[in-house]
């Protein structure tokens, strides 16, 4: 449920119920956050290269980072690669069934693997062992563009019910090994491919989803096809965790997956900035200030929303859901509203200089409150055995 508080139930969203997974100490799925994930680009045996990526992934909030393992190198290189990093890390694997059984070796925290595509059950009973003696999750990764034959024979074509069939059909091999810590992505560059396929397989089992639109395309139409595609299954309740697919620097895709979870109240992280796209009747340069805004509260963590709005025809209203709202006022006289309360007026000070001073003393009240919240949890757990 997206509005915890109930009081807004057209913002409710049922998440679909799921097992629940473990990608190192990340849970996936069984109501658990809805994680957000991206890919590394440099050559993995660029060990030094691929942690500062990843490293820079992570600040910008990715919960889990992939990494391409195509040669023994790749795989041994993620031993050093996972020494290094603070967040779990998944091993891409194609084909070759010893490159996973080597990256479950070396720290990898799951694998993106097709038990479909490593040939015999000898091999897939070696790569679930080496999963299951090193703790490692997998990722059945079903996509449009590499169906097996025979599906693509049956079906004349790449279509849902043959994304779907490949999926059940490598699940099963998986739960025949008794193995079950794993999720399942169906992904196509095709947002109505990918959404059905993804809705299709929701009812007929109970494993968690990582969602993608692949392929989707560069900065701006993939984040379009992406918030399209993505958002209409997590607005459903389907998705667990997610990557947003873009040919751009990697962290682009963190943000947008961000962006996209945001929009739809299920998580949380930084500055949600409302603005008005401003016209004759703004008081100050309303683009300029959030283009600079922005960029100077990419810091924030702590979730809150923040409205930075031209005029007095729709600031007002905007503000009083908002953490800091900012209204453009006559005469240069502006409205700062804190905590949806009008509290001042802004006259001769820098305007983005001023919001940022408060929105980080908001940040901050927010953050002591919930660090007394948690405090209190802690103590009142606490209480009962104390007394035993
Ligand atoms: S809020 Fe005011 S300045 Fe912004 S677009 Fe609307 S009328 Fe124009």
Known sequence: MSDPTGVR???DIERRQTRQISVGDVKVGGGAPITVQSMTN?????????????????DAGADIVRVSCPDQ??????????????????ADIHFHYRRGIEAAQNGAACLRINPGNIGSRSRVKEVVQAAKDHGCSMRIGVNAGSL??????????????????????????????????FKISCKASDVF????????????????????ITEAGGQRSGTIKSAIGLGNLLWAGIGDTLRVSLSADPVEEIKVGYDIL????????????VSCPSCAREQFDVINTVKVLEE????????????????????????????????????????VYVGGMPSHRLKDEDIVDHLVRQVEEKAEEIEAKRKAEAELQAQTEEAPSAAE
Not at 152 to 177: F, H, I
Not at 262 to 273: A, C, E, F, I
Request: glycine share 10%; with cysteine.
């Open 296 to 335: 100077r509260l990419s810091h924030i963590t702590t979730p809150m929303t923040v409205s930075v709005i031209g005029c007095v025809v729709n600031g007002p209203g905007e503000a009083l859901m908002t953490d800091v709202g900012f209204t453009g006022g006559g005469r240069g006289t502006h409205q």
């Open 73 to 90: 190198e790749s795989s041994a290189a993620l031993k050093d690669i996972v020494r290094q990093v603070n967040i779990p890390i998944v």
């Open 42 to 58: 440099t050559p993995t045996t660029d060990v030094a290269g691929t942690v500062e990526q990843i490293r820079r992934l992570e």
């Open 9 to 11: 139930p057209w913002r």
């Open 193 to 212: 491919m990918a959404s059905a396929a993804y809705m299709q397989l929701a009812e007929q089992c109970d494993h968690p989803f990582h969602l993608g």
């Open 262 to 273: 945001k929009s739809l109240g299920l998580r949380h992280r930084g500055v949600n900035v």
């Open 148 to 181: 097996e034959r025979h599906l693509l024979e049956k079906y004349g074509e790449p279509c849902p019910d043959a994304m779907v069939e490949s999926a059940l059909n490598q699940a099963r091999v998986l739960e025949e090994e008794d193995f079950f810590n």
